[in-house]
RNA sequence: GCCCCUGUCGUCUAGCCCGGCCUAGGACAUCGCCCUUUCAAGGCGGCAACACGGGUUCGAAUCCCGUCGGGGGCGCCA
């Protein structure tokens, strides 16, 4: 347990994903403990492939994997793409180590060939289960005599490789975040270390690389807890120290199980695609589980390294909640500077249309005002586009039941006939002009406040509800001499159809 | 079924290890008010939890036992 504080020695820690299709967040919390574990204690971050299995790892994902966890802001020591002492850093790669350790096991008597076929073992594993056993395997084929065993192999009959497990005793560990943790050997049957087609299996080949690599703290899933002690007899057998572990608790969906698609964005690239912030991911994934000291909660990934603390990781699984993620982004969002909001936004911008591929100076500059503006309350830069129609849609004959009830009214009719009237002729239209025209409305109908403001802004925007007229005004007017794609109305075109639509 | 883990507001959690400072704190969500040229944002305030049952103790969210609930595992997947 205190191999932290007794030892001077490097802390070294690993990600080691299987490279089967893009990264869930569940995963990337494991990958996110374990860098910021790292970079507070000042450790190694090792990013290690585990591609053993051949049907379902695919290259492509591996690159995915890598631009993801770069895309979250994490970094790596050693790792496939970047090397480093204990390489290679991918399993497929490290065959030959599983096989010295393998044969130097079987060597010792410490490990066996099995003959058993996989039906065979399924019957098993069956009739345990319907007597209300734990499937333990029988251990058959732990007594077949090493030379028969050679022989049998060489007469191609296939064999897999067990290691030997103790029939009695415990095996424990204190496990940073959940404490002691005890297994009875009786319940532990002897592990599959290398399968019949030659490949290691995960515990087998996880230790071997784990150990091999100098790793010190083991930061993974709770789904491995019951893997642990196949693991740690493993280290024994081959006389090894295994590092400490700390297993973290699951993510959940709102259902209360295990998260995935039906519950909504379950990858990480998904949540980029949508425009949520790296930073406030990272800051959310971090808070499922953990807690600051300190009450805040918007944190930055620095802070997050500073304040981070493994053994206040909670034991007891969390919710996903997508709302608390969306306000996170909104806080980071509001952090950043414009010009990055205006970088960050442009994409999703071309993507709908509203702006071109080539962007005039002037252009930028009236989109970097309008995000500001526009960008308040947003949850995720996707919804962006949406805010924006705002300024590039005007449809009068589509107004909604709110909006034609505003209009509708009397006084409304009084306003907007005075507004009319006092805009015929005008050539130029803002701002000022608009506040000195409802100045005077005021004063000659006496009308204020709501009432007045009211149908005006239905008038220009042909909507209910949207920005306060001081902002839009002046962005309507200056968009619509800037020749987008899609182009703004300004406010005067805007007043004669609403004129014609509503029979003014 | 068996094994392991876990159980504080709807959600994430603080407090638990070292019983009294807990009338259980914060954040998201929600509701209300304020601000206001609507909405939002922001400010202020409200609602809301120690799963249950037994102990131990002067005193228990905190310690012990049991029940129930939730999760994970029981692969020649990782």
Redesign the pocket.
């Known amino acids: 347990m205190d191999k932290l504080n007794q030892t001077a020695e490097i802390i070294r820690v690993r990600f080691?994903?299987?490279p089967?299709g893009y990264i869930h967040v569940g995963n990337a919390r494991t990958a996110l403990f374990n860098w910021l574990f790292a970079r507070q204690k000042g450790g190694v971050f090792v990013l290690r492939v585990?591609?053993?299995?051949?049907?379902?790892?695919r290259e492509e994902y591996e690159r995915n994997l890598i631009q993801d966890l770069r895309w979250l802001g994490l970094d790596w020591d050693e790792g496939p793409d970047v090397g480093g002492n204990y390489g290679p850093y991918r399993?497929s790669e490290r065959l030959e180590l599983y096989h010295k350790y393998a044969k130097q096991l079987l060597d010792e008597g410490k490990a066996y060939y099995?003959?058993?076929?996989?039906e065979?073992?399924?019957k098993e594993?069956e009739a345990?289960?319907a007597?209300?056993?734990?499937?333990?395997?029988s251990g058959k084929c732990r007594n077949i005599p090493r030379k028969e065993a050679e022989k049998r192999r060489a007469a191609g009959e296939?064999?897999?490789i067990r290691l030997k497990v103790p029939d009695e005793g415990i095996v424990e560990f204190d496990?940073l975040?959940?404490?002691?943790?005890?297994?009875?050997l009786k319940?532990i049957?002897d592990?599959?270390i290398v399968?019949?087609?030659g490949?290691?299996?995960?515990?087998y080949?996880?230790v071997i690389d784990d150990a091999l690599m100098n790793i010190t703290h083991v930061v993974r899933?709770?789904?491995?807890?019951?893997?642990t002690p196949r693991q740690i007899l493993l280290y024994r057998a081959l006389g090894w120290q295994p590092p400490v572990f700390a297993?973290l608790?699951?993510v959940?969906g709102?259902?209360?199980?295990?998260l995935s698609k039906r519950h909504g964005a379950t990858s990480v690239d998904q949540f980029r695609r949508e425009g949520i912030l790296a930073e406030a991911l990272c800051n959310y994934l971090a808070?499922?589980?953990?807690?600051p000291?300190e009450?805040h909660?918007v944190l930055r990934l620095e802070e997050l390294v500073r304040l981070f603390d493994l053994s206040?990781?909670?034991?007891?699984?969390?919710?996903?909640?997508y709302?608390?993620l969306?306000?996170?982004n909104?806080?980071h969002i509001?952090m950043l500077p414009a010009e990055k909001k205006l970088e960050l936004a442009l994409p999703y911008l071309q993507e709908t249309g509203l702006v071109g591929t080539e962007v005039t100076p002037a252009q930028m500059d009236w989109l970097k005002k309008a995000i500001e503006i526009l960008i308040?309350?947003?949850d995720k830069f996707s919804e962006l586009p949406q805010k924006f129609s705002l300024l590039f849609d005007f449809e009068p004959e589509k107004l909604d039941e709110e909006a034609r009830e505003i209009i509708g009214s009397e006084l409304a009719k009084k306003v907007l006939a005075a507004f009319i009237q006092k805009t015929a002729g005008l050539q130029e239209f803002n701002?000022e002009i608009?506040?000195r025209i409802?100045g005077e409305i005021k004063k000659e109908t006496g009308v204020k406040?709501?009432d007045?403001?009211?149908p005006?802004?239905v008038a220009l925007t042909a909507r209910?509800?949207?920005?306060?007229?001081?902002k839009?005004i002046p962005l309507v007017e200056e968009g619509a001499r800037l020749n987008f794609p899609k182009s703004i109305l300004s406010c005067l075109v805007r007043l004669n159809r609403i004129k014609t639509s509503l029979n003014l």
């Open positions: 080691a994903p299987s089967t585990e591609d053993t299995d051949i049907e379902r790892s399993q099995c003959f058993c076929s996989p065979e073992l399924e594993r345990a289960l007597e209300g056993r734990m499937p333990v395997y296939p064999a897999a496990d975040v959940r404490g002691h943790v005890e297994f009875d319940l049957g592990p599959i399968r019949s087609n490949m290691p299996a995960y515990n080949a996880v899933g709770e789904d491995h807890v019951s893997n297993h608790s699951m959940m709102k259902d209360n199980t295990r808070f499922l589980g953990w807690s000291p009450g909660e206040r990781v909670s034991r007891s699984a969390a919710i996903f909640d709302e608390k969306h306000w996170l909104r806080q509001k308040e309350g947003v701002y608009f506040a409802t406040g709501k007045l403001y009211h005006l802004r209910a509800s949207g920005l306060e007229l001081d839009f």
